[in-house]
T-cell receptor
Framework: KQEVTQIPAALSVPEGENLVLNCSFT??????LQWFRQDPGKGLTSLLL?????REQTSGRLNASLDKSSGRSTLYIAASQPGDSATYLC???????????????FGKGTLLTVNP | EAGVAQSPRYKIIEKRQSVAFWCNPI?????LYWYQQILGQGPKLLIQ????????DSQLPKDRFSAERLKGVDSTLKIQPAKLEDSAVYLC??????????????FGNGTRLTVT
C-alpha cells in the first residue's frame, strides 16, 4: 500500500527566504508525482506534475524534483513571499492493489507561513 | 475556462440526517473524483468515475454513502444517515482523462460538512 509522508508538518520563514519542502513515498512504482497548493477554505490547485521519467519541473519560483528510486521529491520555493502562505500537498499516482486503476495518494501536507 | 463547481459551500446537519452534495466538472473532462478531506489530513478518494461508469469505489462506505454521475457530466454524492465522523470537506475534482495519462486534477472549492 502506497504511503506518502511530508516533512515538516509546518514551516514558518521570513519573507525572501528560499525554502524546501519534502515528500517521500514507500512504493517507487509511480506514474507521476504532483504538488498542490491549498489555501484555507479552498480546494487544491495543481502546481507541478512530474512524470516518472522526469527528474524535475519548474514553474516560476517553484522547482520540483523527483528521485523515484529513493522515493523522494522536493519542492523548492525561491524568494518566498507572504502570498506563498498555504498548505502544500504532495500526491503520487500509482497502480492500485488490484492492478486495474491508477490511484492518487496524498500526503498530509506542509503548512507554510511566510512572515513579512 | 470555468473551474469545477461545487455546492453547497457549507452544510451543518445533525447525526442520522441525510445530505447531498453536487459537482459540475470542467467541460469535456471525462474523469470525476470525490475526495473526503478530514481536518489535518490529505484528501482520501471516495469514488472515481470515468464518464458515467464507476472506476473505483473501494473506499466508499457503501452502507451510507452513494454517488452517481448521470449522463457523464454532473455528479451528486449523498450521505444517509450521517455520522459525527463524516464531518470533513468533500472535494470534487475532474481531469481530462483518468489513469496514468499524466492528466492534472482540477479541484473545486469543496463542501464543508459539519455533523453535530
Amino acid at each position: 500500500k502506497q504511503e506518502v509522508t511530508q516533512i515538516p508538518a509546518a514551516l514558518s520563514v521570513p519573507e525572501g527566504e528560499n525554502l524546501v519542502l519534502n515528500c517521500s513515498f514507500t512504493d517507487s512504482a509511480i506514474y507521476n508525482l504532483q504538488w498542490f497548493r491549498q489555501d484555507p477554505g479552498k480546494g487544491l490547485t495543481s502546481l507541478l506534475l512530474i512524470q516518472s521519467s522526469q527528474r524535475e519541473q519548474t514553474s516560476g519560483r517553484l522547482n520540483a524534483s523527483l528521485d523515484k528510486s529513493s522515493g523522494r521529491s522536493t519542492l523548492y520555493i525561491a524568494a518566498s513571499q507572504p502570498g506563498d502562505s498555504a498548505t502544500y500537498l504532495c500526491a503520487v499516482q500509482s497502480v492500485d492493489s488490484g492492478g486495474s486503476n491508477y490511484k492518487l495518494t496524498f500526503g498530509k501536507g506542509t503548512l507554510l507561513t511566510v512572515n513579512p | 475556462e470555468a473551474g469545477v463547481a461545487q455546492s453547497p459551500r457549507y452544510k451543518i446537519i445533525e447525526k442520522r440526517q441525510s445530505v447531498a452534495f453536487w459537482c459540475n466538472p470542467i467541460s469535456g473532462h471525462a474523469t470525476l473524483y470525490w475526495y473526503q478531506q478530514i481536518l489535518g489530513q490529505g484528501p482520501k478518494l471516495l469514488i472515481q468515475f470515468q464518464n458515467n461508469g464507476v472506476v473505483d469505489d473501494s473506499q466508499l462506505p457503501k452502507d451510507r454513502f452513494s454517488a452517481e454521475r448521470l449522463k457523464g457530466v454532473d455528479s451528486t454524492l449523498k450521505i444517509q444517515p450521517a455520522k459525527l465522523e463524516d464531518s470533513a470537506v468533500y472535494l470534487c475534482a475532474s481531469s481530462l482523462v483518468g489513469g496514468a495519462y499524466n492528466s492534472p486534477l482540477h479541484f473545486g472549492n469543496g463542501t464543508r460538512l459539519t455533523v453535530t
